[in-house]
């Protein structure tokens, strides 16, 4: 075997062999792939999947990498060698409801389809029936048709990537050679050893499948995926399908109220459940046999879907086995892949929990982001960053693994918190959450309060908000607007201790921060600013504040869900030289938001520094004590009110809290949850990073060029930004408002020109504004649509509901309020 390599892929299953052929499509040579066993007929999960892709998903990211998949399989499959055999059936896919409940949640997939630009349609049980002709659709509401899925047989889709990137020698894949440890050298992989020696490379890549855990730990590296049991079978020849040819005519099906999925052999028929106990296996504890990825079938964890589907397709009740297996593949907490580098070990990236649905598009996406420096998507929910620092532990991977096997095919509400290993990270004075009667939804690990059940007795002193029904009124209580409103007219207290803190000093941290953020960061002591972290080409990688403390001495604060991806961000462009240090120091404060128009009169009579606008003006911080406590206080609000952020050493956290509840009675002050925090910053127009703003956009177009100092010497993605400003915006996220203000939407929704087929955008962030009595969605349009006046329609639920693009903020654009 060769010695050295550029790029090592460790794992030749489909997601190593997508990864080789992308990499050599964009010119790389000098790729070798490794793999334990045997090529293509793998001892992973690849050879193993009956195929079914599906590429529909409520992420747009994961929707683009499974439409990227469809592309290159058949992309391959086209250019194919002579004698390959074929690989993709493009026979489209059925999602068949049966409950009222299943058929909304299908009609809220086409409107999610129509936004990520998926084709796709409902049609009626007779349809149903045309196109599957042996399922019984008489109980049917009707399916979900997406006429571009597949079905795949992954082993010979892993044959055809592998020969096109064997071709002219770019890369050079070896069976039956083990990686038996990675050498990690000044905290960068170099090489692999393997029994037939070393190999040196200047990146590998870890597509090792239900094995990434046990690489992971050979570099230092979480891979956080557990590996789960799945059951499966196939038929011997249906006489109902006697005389059919076709390997795949009828869509694949998913029967999701059943677990159940389907798919057709040519005249038999394969289905696979999720019907059962979540059967998960270590990582560590795969055998070390012929099939260490089958495992024994367990018939008694398929009774109860043999019944279901006898029902569904009453071919298979009388219908003898050909083929019945218990196969592995990877569930992670959260149910998403896991790509990318760490900064702490530089040169190792990982690919793992990929299923064969997405594998060709993340193949693409990581030879984009080797090649090129980043990919062409954003990829932060599919990150090896995001994860918080509990979320590697065995427990919490084998939690919610669990919860993501059994949950599979749910309909999920979008608010709905985990009910699983909760209560990990509590701010100090989580009691007094309690105590109001908190309803608890989880952030990072965080447990926070959404509304307070306390704040009931407030309805009666504010505006009723509009009811709501149905999906929207899930995880919402009239009691977010009771909220929103006292803080606006009074003053709120918001727990803010989930927040990302961290503290960048050295003699070049100024240097390193002008680097690396877009707005000026040279600025006297105590100045906060408002800055994105761009990308090389422009896009938006964070969205944060940095507040200057001490002429060496910064903190960076930024989300509590995206906080550990711009750590990473700043740690991978962190000189190597020590005149910056970084830290996290998230536990080390609590942070308490205290906005309103009264803010002034709770915190001055328990402060003895000057608080008013002309000694503590807006976007400046200061340390200041409150009562007894040291605070850092920063005088900014997501909120769009008077007020303050107050952060104490956490030991100090629950007397903060209750300092400033104390001297807040005498003012109406009231506890504010999460529901009315969105509210206030959407009125205000503050984007939120993940939704309104990420790395598929730019300041620009985001309406943050006010936040962007070209002229202030050279930063990450000036020069994109520059060009840009050069060539002319084409789109401008927009604020929107309905003209019936009780129609309530929850975000990701298409926006269509008044009777307009293709969709213009889709809605980034929706709330209703309790201030502004406006029911608000923000998106992105392109200018012909973006000026204030412009009608548009934006579909739920099966109706168009008029709109109309406003300008924007809708309250207080003149920031009086921030600024009194
Ligand atoms: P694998 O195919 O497991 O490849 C990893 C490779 O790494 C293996 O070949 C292994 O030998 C190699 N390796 C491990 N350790 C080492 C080492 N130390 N040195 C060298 N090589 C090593 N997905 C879908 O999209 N649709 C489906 O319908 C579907 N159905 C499924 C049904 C079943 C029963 C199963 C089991 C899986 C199914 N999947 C499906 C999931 C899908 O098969 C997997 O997600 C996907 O194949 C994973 O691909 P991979 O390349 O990451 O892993």
């Avoid at 106990?277 to 990582?283: C, K, Q, S, T």
């Avoid at 003895?608 to 005088?635: C, G, H, K, W």
């Amino acid at each position: 075997m060769q010695d050295q390599a550029r790029v090592v892929i460790i794992g030749g299953g489909i997601v190593g062999c997508s990864t080789a052929y992308h990499l050599a499509r964009l010119g790389w040579r000098d790729i070798v792939v490794l793999d334990q066993g045997p090529l293509f007929h793998n001892l992973g999960s690849s050879s193993h999947a009956p195929g079914l892709m599906f590429q529909h998903n409520n992420s747009k990211t994961v929707c683009t990498l499974a439409r990227w998949s469809v592309e290159t399989y058949l992309g391959a499959e086209r250019l194919a060698p002579a004698g390959s055999g074929r690989s993709v059936w493009q026979v489209g896919s059925l999602e068949i409801a049966h409950s009222p409940q299943r058929w909304e949640e299908l009609k809220r997939k086409l409107g999610n389809s129509r936004a990520w630009g998926l084709e796709a349609q409902l049609i009626g049980p007779g349809e149903v029936k045309r196109l599957v002709p042996i399922m019984y659709t008489d109980d049917l509401y009707g399916a979900f048709y997406v006429p571009s899925d597949c079905d795949v047989k992954g082993e010979v889709v892993c044959e055809t990537l592998a020969a096109h990137a064997q071709k002219d020698g770019a890369a050079t894949f070896y069976a039956n050679t083990p990686v038996t440890g990675v050498e990690v050298k000044g905290g960068r992989a170099v090489a692999v050893q393997t029994p037939h020696g070393r190999l040196q490379a200047e990146l590998i890549v870890c597509a090792a499948g239900l094995w990434g855990p046990v690489i992971g730990r050979m570099a230092g590296v979480h891979v956080p995926l557990t590996p789960c049991q799945h059951l499966y079978v196939k038929t011997r020849p249906l006489p109902e399908l006697a005389g059919e040819t076709e390997w795949v005519r009828h869509p694949v099906v998913r029967d999701q109220d059943q677990d159940m999925y389907y798919r057709q052999y040519a005249n038999a028929y394969g289905f696979g459940s999720y019907r059962h106990d979540p059967l998960l296996v270590p990582a560590d504890e795969l055998p070390h046999n012929d099939h260490p990825a089958i495992f024994p079938f367990t018939a008694q964890h398929f009774e109860e879907s043999w019944e279901d589907a006898a029902h569904r397709i009453p071919a298979l009740a009388k219908a003898e086995l050909d083929l019945q297996f218990n196969g592995l593949f990877s569930f992670t907490p959260d149910g998403n892949s896991i790509l990318g580098e760490t900064p702490d070990v530089r040169g190792f990236w990982v690919a793992e929990a990929v299923w064969v649905t997405h594998a060709g598009g993340v193949g693409r996406a990581l030879a984009e982001w080797l090649v090129a420096g980043e990919p062409s998507i954003d990829l932060r929910e599919v990150d090896v960053n995001r994860f918080q620092l509990h979320m590697p532990s065995a427990a919490f991977v084998r939690a919610r693994g669990e919860r993501q096997y059994i949950e599979v095919y749910d309909v999920i509400h979008q608010l709905q918190p985990p009910a699983t290993a909760r209560e990990l990270r509590l701010a100090p004075y989580h009691a007094r959450l309690q105590a109001l009667g908190a309803e608890l939804f989880e952030s990072a690990g965080w447990e926070k309060a959404q509304w307070y059940s306390a704040n009931e007795d407030l309805l009666g002193e504010f505006k009723p908000a509009p009811r709501r029904a149905g999906w929207a009124a899930r995880f919402w209580s009239p009691t977010i607007g009771a909220e929103h409103q006292a803080a606006r007219e009074r003053v709120g207290l918001f727990d803010l201790t989930a927040f990302t803190k961290i503290e960048v000093t050295g003699p070049g941290a100024l240097g390193f921060l002008q680097r690396l953020t877009a707005n000026q960061m040279d600025r006297p002591v105590g100045s906060i600013t408002y800055t994105s972290l761009l990308t090389p080409r422009g896009g938006i990688r964070a969205d944060l504040t940095v507040t200057r403390l001490g002429d060496e001495r910064f903190w960076v604060l930024t989300g509590g869900g995206s906080g550990l991806l711009d750590l990473a961000w700043l740690r991978f462009h962190a000189p190597g030289d020590g005149s910056v240090h970084i830290q996290n120091v998230t536990s080390a404060y609590a942070a308490l938001g205290l906005w309103g128009p009264r803010a002034r009169e709770v915190a001055q009579p328990i402060c003895e520094n000057d608080l008013s606008n002309t000694a503590f003006p807006y976007m400046t911080a200061q340390q200041i004590y409150l009562e007894y406590l040291p605070v850092t206080a920063l005088r900014i609000s997501y909120a769009g009110e008077l007020g303050w952020e107050f952060y104490t050493p956490t030991e100090y956290g629950l007397r903060l809290w209750d300092t400033l509840w104390a001297a807040g009675q005498p003012h109406g002050l009231a506890a504010v949850g999460g529901g009315a925090f969105d509210s206030l910053r959407l009125e205000k127009g503050y984007r939120l990073w993940g939704s309104d703003i990420h790395t598929e956009y730019n300041p620009l177009e985001a309406g943050l060029g006010f936040a962007v100092r070209l002229k202030k010497g050279d930063f990450i993605g000036r020069e994109a930004l520059a060009q840009i400003k050069a060539h002319g915006l084409t789109r401008k996220l927009c604020a929107m408002t309905f003209d019936d203000p009780s129609v309530a939407i929850m975000g990701k929704e298409p926006i269509f020109a008044p009777g307009g087929e293709q969709a213009l955008g889709y809605v980034t962030s929706a709330n209703y504004g309790y201030s502004v009595g406006q029911s608000i969605a923000y998106g992105y349009l392109p200018l012909e649509h973006a000026a204030p006046g412009t009608p548009v329609e934006i579909y739920y639920y099966g109706q168009r509901h008029p709109a109309r693009v406003r300008p924007e903020p809708l309250y207080d654009p003149e920031n009086v309020k921030l600024k009194c």
